[in-house]
């Protein structure tokens, strides 16, 4: 069984930078994609950002692209996302998976964090 467990989240001002890690432990660690996804109050949770169990193939939403970093170190159990140029529309809770056998989304087999909140303003 996979645990995971998140930190970094925080309050940040606009064009701003935060960096979020996600802690796994259990087995086969290597053995699952990772990444994250979101939930702003009122909204469906989406994709983020994810990479594969090798750290060699990363998605990232459209929304994201150019401004969010993810990476992997299977060797210390541990993902990261690099946040920066930060907008209001960023806020939102964080949530970490580990999905097993996948390529870089969810799947049926997919353990997730609790949330950290991020929260962008002035």
């Known amino acids: 069984q996979v645990q995971l467990v998140e930190s970094g989240g925080g309050l940040v001002q606009p064009g701003g930078s935060l960096r979020l890690s996600c802690a796994a432990s259990?087995?086969?660690?290597?053995?699952?994609?990772m990444g994250w996804f979101r939930q702003a109050p009122g909204k469906d949770r989406e994709f983020v950002a994810g990479?594969?169990?090798?750290?060699?193939?990363?998605e990232y939403a459209d929304a994201v692209k150019g401004r969010f970093t993810i990476s992997r170190d299977n060797a210390a159990n541990t993902l990261a996302l690099q946040m920066n140029s930060l907008e209001p529309e960023d806020t939102a809770v964080y949530y970490c998976?580990?999905?097993?056998?996948?390529?870089?989304?969810?799947?049926?087999?997919?353990?997730w964090g609790q949330g950290t909140q991020v929260t962008v303003s002035s």
């Open positions: 990479v594969n169990w090798s750290g060699f193939r990363s």
């Open positions: 998976y580990a999905a097993f056998m996948a390529n870089v989304r969810p799947s049926n087999r997919t353990y």
């Open positions: 259990g087995h086969a660690f290597s053995r699952h994609a």
